[in-house]
T-cell receptor
Framework: AQKITQTQPGMFVQEKEAVTLDCTYDTSDPSYGLFWYKQPSSGEMIFLIYQGSYDQQNATEGRYSLNFQKARKSANLVISASQLGDSAMYFCAMKLLNTGFQKLVFGTGTRLLVSP | GAGVSQSPSNKVTEKGKDVELRCDPISGHTALYWYRQSLGQGLEFLIYFQGNSAPDKSGLPSDRFSAERTGGSVSTLTIQRTQQEDSAVYLC????????????FGSGTRLTVV
C-alpha cells in the first residue's frame, strides 16, 4: 500500500520569496511516480510537476522544482519567486508504476497563502 | 474533447434520491478515475478504470455507490439513496499513460444533499 503525508496544513510566504511544501511518502515498491497538483479556490486540479523514482535528476518546471530525496522518501515542492496567484491548496500524490492497478493516492494538502 | 468534461457542474438533491454524475474523459485516454473531495479535505479515491480490465472499486464507501464506463469512454457514477454525508465535490480524471505524466482533471460536480 502507498501513503502520502503532508504535515503542513497551512503555509505563509511573502511575494517574491521562495517556499518549500513538504511531502513524504511510504511504499516498499521501487517503481513509483510522484506528482504535485495545485487547486485554486475555483476548484480545478492543475498538474504542476512529476518525478519518477528512477529519474536521476530532480524535476523542474519553470518556478516549480521537486526536491526528491529518495533515501528519506521525501518529495518536497519548491516554489521560487512566489506570486499572489500561487495562493492555493497544493496536493502531493503518488502512484505505483509496476502494478496492474495504478491508483493515484493523494496527501491531505497544504494551503499556501502568498501575501503582498 | 479538449479536456475532461463533467456534468452536471452542480446538483442539489433530496436525501434518499438517486443521482447520476457523468464524466467524459479526453478522447483516447484509457485510464479514468473518480475521486471525492469533501469541503476543505483532500481527495478520496473512489474507483479506477483502466482499459478493458475490471475496475478497482476499493475506494467506494458503500454499496450505494457504483460506477460504470461504457465503451471505454464515458463514465457514470451513481449514488443511490443519497445521504447528507454524500455532499461533496466529485472529481473525475483521465490519463493516457500507465507510467508517469500528469492526469487531467475535470471541473467536478458539486453535490449537495438536503
Amino acid at each position: 500500500a502507498q501513503k502520502i503525508t503532508q504535515t503542513q496544513p497551512g503555509m505563509f510566504v511573502q511575494e517574491k520569496e521562495a517556499v518549500t511544501l513538504d511531502c513524504t511518502y511510504d511504499t516498499s515498491d521501487p517503481s513509483y511516480g510522484l506528482f504535485w497538483y495545485k487547486q485554486p479556490s475555483s476548484g480545478e486540479m492543475i498538474f504542476l510537476i512529476y518525478q519518477g523514482s528512477y529519474d536521476q535528476q530532480n524535476a523542474t518546471e519553470g518556478r516549480y522544482s521537486l526536491n526528491f530525496q529518495k533515501a528519506r522518501k521525501s518529495a518536497n515542492l519548491v516554489i521560487s519567486a512566489s506570486q499572489l496567484g500561487d495562493s492555493a491548496m497544493y496536493f502531493c500524490a503518488m502512484k505505483l508504476l509496476n502494478t496492474g492497478f495504478q491508483k493515484l493516492v493523494f496527501g491531505t494538502g497544504t494551503r499556501l497563502l502568498v501575501s503582498p | 474533447g479538449a479536456g475532461v468534461s463533467q456534468s452536471p457542474s452542480n446538483k442539489v438533491t433530496e436525501k434518499g434520491k438517486d443521482v447520476e454524475l457523468r464524466c467524459d474523459p479526453i478522447s483516447g485516454h484509457t485510464a479514468l478515475y473518480w475521486y471525492r473531495q469533501s469541503l476543505g479535505q483532500g481527495l478520496e479515491f473512489l474507483i479506477y478504470f483502466q482499459g478493458n480490465s475490471a475496475p478497482d472499486k476499493s475506494g467506494l464507501p458503500s454499496d450505494r455507490f457504483s460506477a460504470e464506463r461504457t465503451g471505454g469512454s464515458v463514465s457514470t457514477l451513481t449514488i443511490q439513496r443519497t445521504q447528507q454525508e454524500d455532499s461533496a465535490v466529485y472529481l473525475c480524471a483521465s490519463s493516457s499513460q500507465t507510467g508517469g505524466g500528469g492526469y487531467t482533471f475535470g471541473s467536478g460536480t458539486r453535490l449537495t444533499v438536503v
